[in-house]
Antibody, heavy 116, light 107 residues
């Protein structure tokens, strides 16, 4: 059974760096792409970016200058860093497995609040 | 970016009703179109991938159709557990954009 468990700081001040990690349990880590999505309170879903086991990445151009997604295959983990956060980055962040054929497994979500 | 426009934004329906939600892509997406269901406080759940394929475990009352620019999600007989928000997503181009969502409420 595949499970994604995500963790990281939930309260940040403006200009700080958001850092989240997603650990994957079950399944073959190397066979899939791994994705980060966010959802602002009361709003829709925004695709942040994706990575595969070899570290090949794609990012949303609107966030590309501030985002880094990385992978650690020895721990079956992938991570998100978003630099210079503002209140507009307040959202629930999700990790998920998949790419073009849909996101079939998701983490539980982490509410990240940016406030001074 | 490819804009995904869903209609309606919300609808009210009764248990047993047939429900149809439409998603229109602003540019070609071929059949790189997925549908998700989201309930309050929960992560989205994949309902349909590649426009019309059903993942294992998704009830057969859900179906998808279309090949662009218009796609349709149909629930053949609405069940109490289907009251949720539904999103389409194109995965043809970067960024992989979502529709704004369609909220299905109880009439």
């Amino acid at each position: 059974q595949v499970q994604l468990q995500q963790w990281g700081a939930g309260l940040l001040k403006p200009s700080e760096t958001l850092s989240l990690t997603c650990t994957v349990y079950g399944g073959s880590f190397s066979d899939y792409y791994w994705t980060w999505i966010r959802q602002s309170p009361g709003k829709g879903l925004e695709w942040i970016g994706e990575i595969n086991h070899s570290g090949s990445t794609e990012y949303n151009p609107s966030l590309k200058s501030r985002v880094t997604i990385s992978v650690d295959t020895s721990k079956n983990e992938f991570s998100l860093k978003l630099r210079s956060v503002t209140a507009a980055d307040t959202a629930v962040y999700y990790c998920a497995r998949g790419r073009q054929s849909g996101l079939g497994y998701w983490g539980q979500g982490t509410l990240v609040t940016v406030s001074s | 970016d490819i804009q995904m426009t869903q209609s309606p934004s919300s609808l009210s329906a009764s248990v047993g009703d047939r429900v149809t939600i439409t998603c229109r892509a602003s540019h070609i997406v071929r059949t790189y179109l997925n549908w998700y269901q989201q309930k309050p406080g929960k992560a989205p759940k994949l309902l349909i991938y590649a426009a019309s394929s059903l993942p294992s475990g998704v009830p057969s009352r859900f179906s998808g159709s279309g090949s662009g620019p218009d796609f349709t999600l149909t629930i053949s007989s609405l069940q109490p557990e289907d009251f949720a928000t539904y999103y389409c997503q194109q995965t043809y181009e970067i960024p992989r954009t979502f529709g704004q969502g369609t909220r299905v409420e109880i009439k």
